[in-house]
């Protein structure tokens, strides 16, 4: 990945003109989108819009619910008497002061004004027999009872003698037994409720002390750059208006709205700024240089840019609550930056920089990009839209840093420039992952935080994320103490594509509704329905006054009413009107009437919306059987329940099904995107443990200081997980490096993470400073979660990443890898039950009637059935059994067997039960196992081998064999050590036969410093009896002992040679080289299986021999060939240094193997007996080819061998595949540095030709089916 970018480095500053014009023009093009970008202010885009979520929000949105302002007018002093004329002044006063603004308000509404109310009247009167409910014709019955008329009209004529009589005089002709003020009551009860009352027609408290009224504003509540003069103006009234009996205050959504907006766009500008200056002070102390420092700022200009860029191009506007994340993206841009020139300090070189920076840097890009993007999944827009925002930003800052800043690089002035911070050098130079003490504070942190964890809670109050001043919290608890029932109430919002459909859909809840209401559920209801309804309704309602007003009724009343007016003075044709009522023919609601009660009654409870009609109920119901309500009433798309706290609560609900989504999708991305760029599933493991851990301390802190989750902090979550990712990046690169080269890449590292961190604080912390909730609740989960990820990436994670390589302080003969752990697991699971199963059986065996005889054969035999079953069951090690019929143990032998691993006990008990041991004090005294063996009738060393014969014997009477590790230890080197005496001195006392047993390969699989288990094979070879005669014609015990050593080393040698090939070494070779990269592991694999691991050069080149493996490259063939046989003496030389020092890195610790740097071209090689070219010579030109062979040829030791593999150009098809190959290897992957331009292929002839010029035989080996690559050995003729 360096290549790529230096290769584009070297492009660029080749053509440096036209790369300048090229960026000009994108950031000319970026900064034309920047410029006239539109943000969106709408904090209510946060909220959930998916499912049920969506549907609110889009009715809501739809029935202009928020954009309404309410306005009171208050008494001062509330000891006196309402003053209902003043208020009535205040407000009308303040309704003349808005008419400046008249063009922001879309309307406004001081009272019911009496032409509403007469045309009310008309519209009812007219058609009365609509309005009228089923319970009203029970009151209409009584009112035309005889006594009823005359008591009515009596009445009647009464209050037209009255003063006020003149305004009543047509309504009381028109309607003398007032069935038309049945239906003007339950206007009255639908608008005013329960805590209102009218005066003159006006809307009151129903104290009396506060006078309402209502202001639509013009624009959506999201507008909050209109709504803010609107504000602006109503602020303005009120100063005019206030007096020094009344004043006014106002309350809304509008209102809340600006606040939240102008609040945010404060703290923006305050945080920023605040961050800029930390992050300036900061870089000072780095760099002296302002070019440097400017250039340190242009990847977060440019990320941002892109970014801004890219929505108006694309949408043309983008959430302000996404662009509050900018001074997050500041802390985390810089970053990348700081960790280029930190890196650059060390390195000194653009080169070294970028091959160094290129991987970590674009991994920790994409995994934090794609943290983000996660969001998408959110079903927010406003959240989408930050995703989106900050992934843009990230991956354009990243592209930035690894394109244009190296340009600014190049010169050594500027390396010269970056400071030493010697504080923070001593700081990263400490390995706290190496301190005991951080291990047990890493086990108390967490072990802790699993408890206090739990306490996190999600605060669902909404209203706790919006900024309010003082005086808008202030006005809501006014109202709040005015109308406690106005905040229980619960909307019911129905919706239909015309006013009749949606009368009908509400329609069909009437039977619910009134059932709740008997239930006492619903205390009241107001609803448009109640007083309009749909035309089948409608049709209803004119059935049953005409079924009610028969020709008798008519006529009766009618005639009562004539004769109780003549008794009151009434002229007979008075009350005329009063018979067209009855007389009338009804039919539906006329258009004009219907428009009239929905634009002058209900305008703000019945909303005509993109062809849909909408209707506002509200249901008051007690908190208790909110829960009831929502269960009984069944909402679809078209008619949904909402209240605030019930919506908030059901919002946290979403948000934690959304987050646990979220929280998934971004573990998996992550995880995914790491395994592909490390290649290795323990990696990746590595870098998400401190992740997930961090998030554990994280809720952990949060528990133990009370702080909250809420719907903005816990999806700042995510950039944390991706902050912790790029720290994880480069801890682990870094780590790997170092591994690799043996360089300290880890210290560098550290500090640019340090530094990260330090401004990401800087661009974060400052958060603290904003007023808003929804900004400053960010703040205390990014600082615990940072410093949580900071600790645990300085120590947990090197931790893990030396457990691969390293145990109790000593270097892992092979690294762990993830398949031999779960093996090691679950083979020590099965040991520790097997353990604890037959310890717990001891005492049933010791009280059962039998023969203590049998109670030890039956133990023994549970050993032998638990050691077979752990035998098998692990699946990543071969067993192999040669001669196993001769382990007759019909009757009792002396097992001697050579001791390479604590897998030798469990292979050779499986194999009969009738076996005991002779032991050391260790096993003797486990308090694990000790109680096993000692039942088993081991028997320990420590008391003299005198002591344990006797013991030994009646076993031995009982049928039992012995079995003896005459090393005395386990090997340290695989190699047979010293035999003692003990195995001579039984043989003789005890009178047994000797039964050799040779253990190859335990010792691979199982290493004597570690309870590891990894892949190989393992071989038990049985030998013939050493018959106790025979063996005790030697002397003495120490000429027995060597010659059963002597023995055993001579077979062991022969076993080796036979079973130690290229193919049993191909897993350890393969082991050497992983978690160095995906890449480099698998170029490996490929390799090993297309050179069948090698097997030719070792059949070709002797065991013992000084070999010289000349462009060794990774140095691949010159370990194979020295793990096949130690004996070997290797030298391995490649110019290529990063691959020498890779090699040296991977093999440091085997001796006889040497790799060097080298140009073969310019220097002699080491004298060697078997001199490898192996795909190098067409890498130079053919002058210098022959020159190399010649020189091979001068250092070659007598009887030595040059093997050549190389195109044989004479092969035209096939040399097509080699070319493929090669390019593929210097061009695209760049595993193989070229010093020229071109490759040199040269014919075999041309070979054979030198090799006869100086008296070499020559002999040819074609094993490739694809390629032309053909093997030459070349060697010295006889005589010559």
Excluded at 239 to 267: F, S
Excluded at 435 to 453: E, G, H, P, V
Excluded at 474 to 501: H, M
Excluded at 634 to 656: G, I, M
Aim: hydrophobic share 45%; proline share 3%; glycine share 4%.
């Amino acid at each position: 990945m360096g290549t790529f970018f230096w290769s584009i480095f070297l492009f660029i500053k080749r053509f440096r003109i036209v790369s300048s014009i090229a960026v000009a023009v994108l950031l000319a093009f970026l900064w034309l989108g920047t410029s006239k970008i539109h943000f969106e202010e709408d904090i209510s885009k946060v909220l959930m819009s998916s499912g049920e979520t969506k549907v609110v929000n889009q009715l809501m949105e739809n029935i202009d619910f928020s954009n309404k302002i309410v306005l009171i007018v208050s008494q001062k002093d509330t000891l006196l008497a309402p003053n209902y004329d003043s208020l009535i002044v205040t407000a009308t006063r303040f309704v003349e002061s808005m008419n400046p603004a008249d063009s922001l308000i879309k309307k406004m509404s001081l009272g019911l004004g009496k032409d509403k109310v007469s045309q009310a009247y008309d519209v009812f009167y007219r058609n009365l027999p609509l309005f009228l409910e089923k319970e009203d014709y029970e009151v209409i019955a009584k009112r035309i009872d005889e006594s009823s008329i005359k008591n009515t009209i009596e009445g009647n004529f009464k209050a037209l003698m009255t003063p006020a009589g003149i305004g009543m005089r047509s309504y009381i002709l028109n309607d003398p037994l007032h069935f038309t003020p049945l239906v003007l009551e339950k206007l009255k009860r639908l608008q005013l409720g329960d805590a209102y009352k009218l005066y003159q027609n006006y809307l009151f408290s129903d104290n009396g002390y506060h006078l309402f009224f209502f202001m639509e504003s013009a624009f959506a509540s999201s507008d909050t750059g209109n709504n803010a003069l609107l504000v602006e103006n109503i602020a303005r009234a009120k100063t005019e208006v206030d007096n020094a009996i009344c004043t006014l205050d106002y309350y809304g959504a509008p209102v809340v709205a600006v606040c939240n907006a102008i609040q945010i766009k404060r703290d923006i500008l305050l945080t920023v700024s605040l961050a800029l200056v930390l992050l300036i002070l900061l870089i000072s102390l780095l760099f002296r240089s302002w070019r440097i420092f400017i250039l340190v700022f242009l990847p977060v200009v440019f990320g941002i840019s892109v970014s801004l860029g890219c929505f108006y191009w694309v949408k043309g506007s983008i959430s302000a609550i996404a662009l509050g994340v900018g001074s997050i993206l500041m802390g985390i841009t810089i970053d990348y930056t700081l960790h280029a020139y930190v890196n650059f300090r060390s390195k000194r070189s653009v080169k070294g920089l970028l091959d160094t920076l290129s991987q970590p840097l674009l991994i920790s890009g994409v995994t934090t990009s794609i943290a983000f993007l996660c969001l998408y999944f959110v079903d927010s827009p406003a959240l989408q839209e930050l995703g989106v925002f900050a992934a843009l930003s990230i991956i354009s800052a990243v592209l930035f840093v690894l394109i244009i800043t190296p340009q600014f690089l190049e010169s050594e002035s500027t390396a010269k420039k970056v400071n030493e911070i010697p504080f923070l050098d001593k700081i990263t130079a400490i390995e706290f992952d190496k301190f005991k003490l951080t291990k047990w504070i890493i086990l108390a942190c967490t072990i802790a935080s699993i408890f206090t964890s739990s306490r996190v809670v999600f605060n669902t109050d909404l209203n706790a994320l919006n900024y309010q001043t003082e005086y808008l919290k202030n006005t809501e608890q006014k109202l709040k103490e005015i109308s406690s029932v106005a905040f229980r109430s619960v909307f019911f919002v129905v919706g239909g594509e015309s006013v009749d459909a949606a009368l009908t859909k509400f329609e069909t809840y009437t039977a619910v509704i009134d059932s709740l209401q008997t239930q006492g559920v619903i205390r009241n209801i107001s609803s448009p329905g109640s007083i309009l309804k749909s035309k089948k309704e409608q049709q209803i309602r004119l059935d049953r006054w005409n079924s009610f007003w028969t020709e008798n009724t008519k006529k009766n009343s009618i005639r009562l009413v004539k004769e109780a007016g003549a008794q009151n003075h009434f002229k007979p044709e008075a009350f005329s009107s009063f018979e067209n009522i009855l007389a009338k023919e009804y039919t539906y609601l006329s258009e004009s009437d219907q428009e009239f009660i929905i634009d002058g009654l209900f305008s703000s409870l019945l909303k005509k919306k993109k062809d849909k009609v909408y209707l506002l109920n509200t249901l008051r119901v007690d908190q208790k059987d909110k829960k009831s309500l929502y269960s009984t009433i069944e909402t679809d798309n078209d008619a949904v329940l909402w209240d605030k706290q019930y919506f908030s609560n059901h919002l946290v609900d979403t948000l934690k099904d959304d987050f646990s989504r979220l929280v998934w999708i971004s573990l998996f991305a992550v995880f995914f995107v790491l395994l592909i760029s490390y290649g290795r599933f323990e990696l990746a493991i590595i870098a998400m443990i401190p992740l997930l851990l961090s998030w554990l301390w994280t809720l952990g802190l949060m528990g133990l200081f009370g702080i909250e989750f809420n719907i903005f902090n816990i999806i700042i979550s995510t950039f944390i997980f991706g902050l912790g990712v790029d720290y994880a990046v480069f801890i682990l690169n870094a780590l790997i490096e170092n591994r690799k080269y043996g360089t300290n890449e880890l210290k560098s590292a550290k500090l640019s993470i340090l530094l990260s961190a330090i401004t990401t604080f800087a661009g974060i912390g400052v958060l603290i400073f904003a007023k808003h909730p929804a900004l400053q609740s960010i703040a205390a989960l990014s600082i615990i979660g940072i410093g949580s990820i900071l600790f645990l990436s300085f120590t947990l994670l090197p931790l893990c990443y030396r457990f691969l390589y390293f145990t109790n302080g000593k270097e892992r003969t092979s690294p762990v890898i993830i398949s031999n752990l779960f093996s090691s697991v679950f083979a020590l699971i099965q040991f520790v039950t097997g353990c604890l199963a037959l310890t717990s059986l001891i005492p049933v065996l010791l009280i059962l009637p039998i023969r203590m005889k049998t109670k030890k054969y039956i133990f023994h035999s549970l050993v032998q059935f638990c050691s077979k079953f752990i035998v098998y069951s692990i699946f990543g090690i071969k067993k192999r059994f040669i001669n196993r019929e001769k382990f007759d143990l019909s009757t009792p032998k002396l097992i001697v067997s050579n001791h390479q691993s604590h897998l030798d006990l469990v292979l050779l008990f499986m194999l009969h039960p009738k076996i005991v041991v002779i032991t050391n004090n260790w096993v003797w005294n486990n308090p694990f196992y000790g109680f096993i063996v000692k039942f088993l009738d081991f028997h320990p060393t420590s008391k003299g081998m005198e002591e344990v014969v006797e013991p030994l014997q009646k076993c031995v009477d009982n049928g039992y064999s012995v079995l003896i590790f005459p090393e005395g230890r386990r090997t340290r080197d695989g190699e047979i050590a010293r035999f003692h005496n003990g195995a001579a001195f039984l043989a003789e006392k005890l009178s047994l036969d000797v039964l050799p047993v040779l253990i190859h390969g335990a010792n691979h699989c199982m290493d004597r410093n570690e309870f590891f288990l990894k892949n190989g094979q393992i071989t038990l070879q049985f030998f013939d009896l050493i018959k106790k005669e025979e063996f005790s014609k030697t002397i003495t015990y120490v000429q027995r002992s060597k010659q059963l050593c002597s023995f055993f080393r001579s077979e062991f040698d022969r076993m080796r040679q036979e079973l130690e090939t290229p193919d049993y070494f191909a897993n350890k070779l393969v082991q050497a080289y992983i978690y160095k990269g995906p890449v480099l592991e698998w170029y490996l694999r490929v390799k090993m299986r297309l050179e069948h691991n090698y097997n030719f050069f070792d059949k070709t080149i002797p065991r013992e021999a000084v070999v010289c493996d000349i462009g060794c490259g990774y140095g691949f063939l010159a370990a194979m060939l020295k793990f096949v046989s130690p004996k070997r003496e290797i030298y391995a030389l490649d110019y290529d240094e990063k691959k020498i020092k890779l090699a040296a890195q991977a093999h440091a610790k085997i001796e006889g193997l040497q790799f060097e740097i080298c140009d073969i071209s310019k220097v002699d090689p080491p004298k060697a007996d078997a001199y490898i070219l192996n795909d190098v010579l067409h890498y130079m030109p053919e002058s210098l080819q022959s020159v190399c062979i010649k020189k091979c040829m001068q250092n070659l030791k007598p009887g030595g061998q040059i093997i050549i593999r190389d195109a044989d150009t004479d092969l035209e098809k096939r040399t097509k595949g080699t070319k493929l190959t090669e390019l593929f290897s210097t061009k695209l992957l760049h595993f193989n540095k070229t010093k020229y331009k071109n490759l040199f292929f040269f014919s075999g002839t041309r070979i054979e030709k030198i090799a006869g010029e100086n008296g070499f035989e020559f002999e040819i080996f074609d094993q490739s089916r694809y390629t032309s690559n053909i093997i030459y050995k070349l060697k010295r003729k006889t005589g010559i």
